[in-house]
């Protein structure tokens, strides 16, 4: 699992709360975790996918043998081998499985030694790219592979693709999957079009090449309407390396099934792995397909039309569809000529896309959120103080010119978002008002300090707190009023139908042993978080995207006051009592989150929505990330301890 020489990795400081790279020695350095906080593991777990593969393999392998021909294989992006397995269990002589990620080949040699199959697997620690046909004289005759995102192309699919045909298999070779296709779906939806508008930003901004993925099933039903039904946007023959263009566009007809603006796109693909098409994955969200089936590795994702176009119920509409290697994009205005259909994808040309992300992009957009700070604020008269913003991307320049006399300084730590910044406040005449610098280390004091609060490079919620408790120490005055004042970092004991899935260990998939990999994962897991025996890790997701279940009532894990300077870095220790008050179903994980108090009347949550009311199914703050531990199944029948300590401006969670 090691690199020769020295790497750089990005860890946090306990010093500033930021993301800073630091020197490895790439002999000692175990690759390994970062395999652990993938999402590896639910792909794995994906039970419809390893069956449907298997069946594909297994039927494509049989079609080779009736013409009694030995069956070669390659296997683009091996992972565990998983699918080279199975090929050889379904009577392959022999694979060559490429996977270019050194840790991950070493696991699959590994894996395919406990399942007695390396001696007709030959792993290659090499992007399958990177070989020429005379380095592969002997053609194979089946290629197998699983190389695709949420947008299908991601990965490199269509490169890869053409290269083997090129390079690595015959001209008569099966391909599993044997063909793809993408499919949109025009939403009218004003809450997920608020995942890309910026109010006040410029409205020729298409905004980035990036799409967003997200569990379109957990999108509430009230905030969208279904303008026609789904529409093939591309489709690709993998047998036929014709229909795997680099770069293609095509004009695409639809019939509006109800009349609308058309905010949103939503993309998802289905994958046929035989050539007959009776094997197909479906990545169609549930409102669509059926039998839909919850996978964190391959989700759904939108597309933002720029602008939004009007469609009417049974009229016709023109999408233009274009991708080149590894993006897809679409333009709702119809192309004047067959030349003019070609375009470059969407670039953001105001910056701000690239400063926030989605979720802050939304969080943007609600009013009610900013006229908070705007009441605390001006309780604190601010026309006659001296006053400062912190934070990465902040959004309170607008209510701190509007209640502060000028100039208001606005530190940036991040100078990327620091040019932002400065050019949105340009746009918006609030240059000569604003003073933007990256540099903290200043003797400059300041009577208010502003912040959100937020700070791209953190990892967990509590981050953004230690994070603007060192700038108030660093920044404010004898007599600083900080907004807000305080944070609380809370907890709750709950059930996830599915997230829990991620760390679960693999044991058999598909009657394979895959406990190598659970044992590399497992050690790997400790490295990357040490701790005592019993500790927790803790990750950081959306959980508005997940189905939870509040099992106990909220606790209070720990309180920040931003007022007083010595409160950083004082070590403290706690043990909270978990009890289980709600048992509809056993506990899986601790939910944690920070609410904030800008006022002793004024606060907000970045944690459950009306969280002492919920009876059932939680609903999160959409705008922010919470922290989840996941609960071993030892203690999952009852009531636990949780011991936490606070040092060097740091948790660590673990059962007492």
Known sequence: MKHSGKMLRLVRSALNGKMEWQIEDGEKYDFAREICVSNYGDMLHDRERNDKYEQAIARAVRRLQSTNCQVRCVDLGAGTGLLSMMAVRAGCHHVTAFESFQPMAHIAQRVLQDNRCSDRVTVVNKQSTDVTANEFPDKANLLVSEIFDTELLGEGMIPSFVHAHENLISSDAIVVPAAASIFVVPLQSQYLRKFHHIPGGDASCRGPASLFDLHFSRVKPELYRILSDPIEAFGFDFHDVTSLRAHDSRSVRFRATQSGRCDA??????????????????????????????????????????????????????????????????????????????????????????????????????????????????????????????????????????????????????TFTLKNMFKHARR??????????????????????????????????????????????????????????????????????????????????????????????????????????GSLHPESHYLAQYDTLPLSEPLLVHEFDFRRKEGLDESRSATLQMNITHSSKSPNAIFLWMDYELTEDIKYSEGPVDCDTVIGELAWNDCFKQAVLFIPDAVRDGSFKLQIVYSEREFKFSLA
């Open 265 to 414: 796109l939503l993309l998802f693909w289905r994958l046929y792995l035989d050539s007959d098409r009776s094997i197909v994955l479906d990545m169609a969200p549930c409102q669509i397909n059926p039998d839909y089936t919850w996978r964190e590795h391959w989700m759904q994702a939108i597309f933002y039309p720029c602008p939004p176009v009007e469609v009417t119920e049974g009229e016709e509409s023109t999408l233009v569809a274009h991708h080149d290697g590894y993006n897809i994009w679409f333009d709702t205005q119809p192309a004047a000529t067959t030349e003019d259909l070609r375009t470059d994808p969407p670039v953001c040309t105001c910056g701000l896309h690239l400063t926030w992300n989605r979720n802050r992009m939304q969080l943007m957009n609600r009013k009610s959120h900013w006229a908070l700070f705007s009441r605390a604020l001006s309780r604190l008269d601010p026309a006659n103080q001296r006053v400062a913003l912190v934070g990465d991307g902040n959004p309170l320049t607008q209510v701190a010119v509007t209640l502060c006399s000028p100039p208001v300084t606005s530190f940036e730590c991040n």
């Open 428 to 533: 918006m005449g609030l240059s000569e008002v604003l003073q933007f610098t990256s540099e903290v280390e200043t003797d400059e004091k300041f009577d208010i300090i502003l912040g959100e609060p937020f700070f791209a490079d953190t990892i967990f919620p509590w981050h953004h707190a230690i994070s603007f408790h060192s700038l108030c120490n660093s920044l404010g005055s004898e007599h600083l009023n900080p907004l807000p004042q305080k944070a609380f970092l809370k907890c709750m004991v709950g059930y996830t139908s599915h997230l829990h899935r991620l760390r679960l260990p693999l044991g058999e998939v598909c009657g394979f042993d895959m406990t190598s990999f659970d044992e590399v994962i497992s050690l790997a897991s400790k490295l990357t978080n040490p701790g005592t025996h």
